[in-house]
């Protein structure tokens, strides 16, 4: 995990840092000559969140960025915010899409606290898939603002759960299986949030494609891979079936999904090295937990009552 603060009353200084920090960007446009400055950044692998608290008015110009670039705006406004096609302006509680992430786009914060999340674009490909039977299509969002009250709430708890149970920790943050969970939930919350250019409903072919034989390929291939980072688009590449195929045969011969799959392998791994494991030699419920992808201590241990009848912490001291 990477971490970075900054704390500065010096525009000039500001300006410098956020240009190098984002993207080329300048403060101006009726900014007054002093003004303080505090952004906090932890990041893992393909997301970032920043936290950043401005107490002065300034202008912004990004170049793209590349990343989809998410805001939630805590005190303040952000206003004249624009990009190609649209201009829109934030306030307090607001949790919106900057832009998509070939386009530049500019604006105006003033006196504003607010978050700035930031993913690989590829990351909602790897979730969601697309047409393209076997290289799905790049998944683009079509709108900037949330489907619904509701949605924007929930990317909002997901980006805080994020912050509270994965980058508060570099202990967890940096365990491999952790990073790759957090930034596919917060991809799937994401395509859950706004519209986008991905069709949910397997075609009739894809319907055919998803037969028993490719379920159990798929299978073979979590079950021989769940130590390691897995997408569903990999998942489907190696039962040779569209990622849609691949959810619709879930659906139909497990009445399950393949991340819930993945994830109930891993419990059963977790399961296993509890078992074998010794507290006497420093092992801990919370490090075998991370070390297979489950990053909040208390969500595990109720997946775990509910798979094996007892505690985690039983398994560890009983054996």
């Known amino acids: 995990m990477e971490t970075l603060t900054f704390d500065s009353d010096d525009l000039d200084r500001t300006e410098d840092f956020l240009s190098h ?3 080329k960007m300048r403060i101006g446009g009726g900014a007054s000559d002093s003004g303080r400055a505090r952004i906090h950044r932890s990041a893992i692998d393909s997301l970032s969140v920043d936290e950043l ?3 002065f008015d300034m202008s912004y110009a990004v170049t793209p960025l590349g990343r989809i670039c ?5 005190e303040g406004t952000i206003e004249d915010h624009v990009y190609q096609g649209v201009s829109d302006s934030f306030g307090p509680g607001d949790v919106v899409s900057f832009a998509p992430p070939e386009l530049s786009y500019a604006g105006r914060v003033h006196a504003a606290r607010y978050n700035i999340t930031m993913l690989d674009p590829e990351l909602l490909t790897q ?3 697309t047409t393209g039977g076997r290289h799905p299509e790049p998944v683009r969002l079509t709108g900037h603002r949330p489907h619904t009250p509701a949605a924007g709430d929930r990317l909002r ?3 805080r759960y994020v912050q509270d149970h994965v980058l508060s920790d570099p202990a967890v943050a940096d365990q491999p ?3 790759s969970t957090a930034a596919q939930h917060l991809a799937a919350t994401v395509l859950a949030t706004f519209p986008h250019t991905a069709a949910t409903d397997p075609t009739g072919s894809e319907r055919l494609d998803a037969h028993p034989g490719a379920l159990r390929r798929a299978l073979a ?3 021989d891979h769940a130590d390691r980072p897995l997408t569903v688009a990999q998942i489907a590449e190696a039962a040779h079936i569209s990622v849609r195929a691949l959810q619709y045969a879930f659906r139909r ?3 399950s999904t393949p991340l819930a799959y993945v994830r109930q392998a891993r419990l059963s791994h977790a399961h296993d090295e509890l078992a074998a494991a010794d507290p006497e030699d420093g092992a801990t419920v919370t490090d075998i937990a991370a070390r297979w992808g489950f990053y909040h201590p208390g969500r595990f241990a109720t997946l775990y009552r509910h798979s094996y009848g007892r505690s985690p912490r039983r398994t560890l001291h009983d054996g």
């Open 70 to 74: 998410l805001c939630v705006v805590h």
């Open 21 to 23: 920090a984002y993207a």
């Open 53 to 55: 608290d401005l107490d």
């Open 221 to 223: 291939y979590i079950d």
């Open 253 to 255: 011969h497990l009445d």
């Open 127 to 129: 979730v969601a898939g």
């Open 177 to 179: 299986l952790v990073a």
């Open 157 to 159: 708890s997901t980006i």
